[in-house]
Every structure is written in structure tokens, then in C-alpha cells.
């Protein structure tokens, strides 16, 4: 069992809905939890980062993280065609050990017009 | 304009030989990464470095090597001995080891073998 599951869709939905993506991980030492957006042929990029339980918003985008059932989520409102990417959750168990980060398989999401 | 750069973006080796793929950044990091990515396995960590001529083996280390001779500088050399080289390769560097210090990634390079 991979220690952070992902499904990796793919997901299509239409221009203007919210999207929710998720993973769940079996390692109950991670406390930092990231969303990175990777576009086609390009590096990943940072889009949220929340440390333990809890909701974090900015703009659009709304992370939330359940560490009694070990999920965490991703919400897009209003989605956009330039939404369209892979999305890969990523989480490290940070303190005072190597912050080594375990990343998901990745969703690639595709919004159409 | 601070950033991380890798090259070439697209590399193509015949079975055998070595191939370099070079990572620069310019952020003052300390710490960088080498990560590679396949389709449907999201990014598996290769080697990493917390600071200049130390660097420590990540999760698929057998057939690569790396060097830190330079804070900026961080080389990755895919040895004919990695049996299945074709992957997306993405470096990446963050301030430091720590949880809460953010990796930020550069535009990666492909490597197809002939």
C-alpha cells in the first residue's frame, strides 16, 4: 500500500463548477500538507501549503486537511479552462527529522469552455 | 529574477552511455533535490543535499549520481547502469530540510533513451 493515494482521474468537468480533489495517506507523523499545480511538460508549482487540521482559502482555492481520517482536499470554485492540470498532493512529517516530501500519483484535471 | 533553471529540456541517449543534466538556482537555497517523474507514479526523490559536498540517497538512487561542489550547482549523472532511464527529471531546491520550508521546482528535463 503507497503510503499517499491519489486517484488519478482523469477528471473533465465544465467551465464555472467546483471540483474537489482528495488524497488519503497512511503515515500518521505527516503534518504539512501542499497542493502542487503541474501544467503539461512543466515543473510543479506550489498552490497551497496547510500545516495540521484545518481550512486554508486563497481566492478560488480551499484546502482542507482531516487528520483523524487522514484526507485532505482540495476545492476549486468557478473553475477555469486554465485550470486544466495535474494536481499532486505532496506532505511531509517536518519537526525536527528530514522534511522529505511523500507525493501523490496526481489528478489531471481538464476544465472545457 | 530568481528561479531555478535546468537543462536541456529535451536530452536523448543511446543505451550505454552517461548522460549530465544540469540544475541551477539562484534563490540562496541551500537545500536541492532531484526528483523523477513517470506517468501515474507522481515524483519519486532520487538524491538530495542540505548543503555544499554533502548529499544523501533518496528512495531510487541505484543508477544515478550527483555532486555538490557549488550552493548554486547540483548536477545529476544518469549511469548506464539505471535500467529504465526514460523519465521527466525535476530539480528542485527550498531554504532548507525543515517540514516548513517551501520546494519550489524548476521546468525539468526529459530523457528518452534510444
Known amino acids: 500500500q503507497k503510503e499517499v493515494e491519489q486517484d488519478p482521474g482523469p477528471l473533465s468537468v465544465p467551465e464555472g463548477a467546483i471540483v474537489s480533489l482528495n488524497c488519503t495517506y497512511s503515515n500518521s507523523a505527516f503534518q504539512y500538507f501542499m497542493w502542487y499545480r503541474q501544467y503539461s511538460r512543466k515543473g510543479p508549482e506550489l498552490l497551497m501549503y496547510t500545516y495540521s487540521s484545518g481550512n486554508k482559502e486563497d481566492g478560488r482555492f480551499t484546502a482542507q486537511v482531516d487528520k483523524s481520517s487522514k484526507y485532505i482536499s482540495l476545492f476549486i470554485r468557478d473553475s477555469q479552462p486554465s485550470d486544466s492540470a495535474t494536481y499532486l498532493c505532496a506532505m511531509s512529517a517536518g519537526g525536527t527529522s528530514y522534511g522529505k516530501l511523500t507525493f501523490g500519483q496526481g489528478t489531471i484535471l481538464t476544465v472545457h469552455p | 529574477d530568481g528561479g531555478i533553471t535546468q537543462s536541456p529540456k529535451y536530452l536523448f541517449r543511446k543505451e550505454g552511455q552517461n548522460v549530465t543534466l544540469s540544475c541551477e538556482q539562484n534563490l540562496n537555497h541551500d537545500a536541492m533535490y532531484w526528483y523523477r517523474q513517470d506517468p501515474g507514479q507522481g515524483l519519486r526523490l532520487i538524491y538530495y543535499s542540505q548543503i555544499v559536498n554533502d548529499f544523501q540517497k533518496g528512495d531510487i538512487a541505484e543508477g544515478y549520481s550527483v555532486s555538490r561542489e557549488k550552493k548554486e550547482s547540483f548536477p545529476l549523472t544518469v549511469t548506464s547502469a539505471q535500467k529504465n532511464p526514460t523519465a521527466f527529471y525535476l530539480c528542485?531546491?527550498?531554504?532548507?530540510?525543515?517540514?516548513?520550508?517551501?520546494?519550489?521546482f524548476g521546468p525539468g528535463t526529459r530523457l528518452t533513451v534510444l
Open positions: 528542485a531546491s527550498s531554504k532548507g530540510l525543515a517540514g516548513t520550508d517551501t520546494q519550489y
